[in-house]
């Protein structure tokens, strides 16, 4: 088995604080580098923060720089975004993925990944 799954979304008032987690199986997390990627209701995928395989290198996408943070906790094998100042613009399904370039660089393109979470959608509205 080599999946990741996502968890920890649901319905935030505007303004608010959601952490989602991404739990690797059957692989090193460490070793892969993890992507974050949102869809807002009737529009495609697109990437909103990365962290590189041994957390050298960490991106966020402009909308989201200052208000999310990408971690990696290796005993728990799980990669997080602490999401906060939550707008109704990041409203949406949550994804996350791994890629396994080999590099201690990361990027938010949807097409360097080939792992992907289930998704896990998250909801901000008064």
């Known amino acids: 088995q080599f999946d990741v799954a996502e968890s920890g979304g649901g319905p935030v008032q505007p303004g608010g604080s959601l952490t989602l987690s991404c739990e690797a199986h059957?692989?090193?997390?460490?070793?892969?580098?993890i992507g974050w990627f949102h869809q807002a209701p009737g529009e495609e995928r697109e990437g909103v923060s990365c962290i590189s395989r041994d957390d050298v290198y960490q991106y966020y996408e402009e909308s989201v720089r200052g208000r999310f943070t990408i971690s990696r906790d290796n005993a728990k094998n799980t990669i997080y975004l602490q999401m906060n100042t939550l707008q109704p613009e990041d409203t949406g399904v949550y994804y996350c993925?791994?890629?396994?370039?080999?590099?201690?660089?990361?990027?938010?393109?949807?097409?360097?990944?080939?792992?992907w979470g289930q998704g896990i959608p998250v909801i901000v509205s008064s």
């Open positions: 059957g692989f090193i997390s460490g070793h892969y580098a």
């Open positions: 993925a791994v890629d396994s370039r080999r590099d201690h660089h990361c990027s938010v393109d949807v097409s360097e990944y080939d792992t």
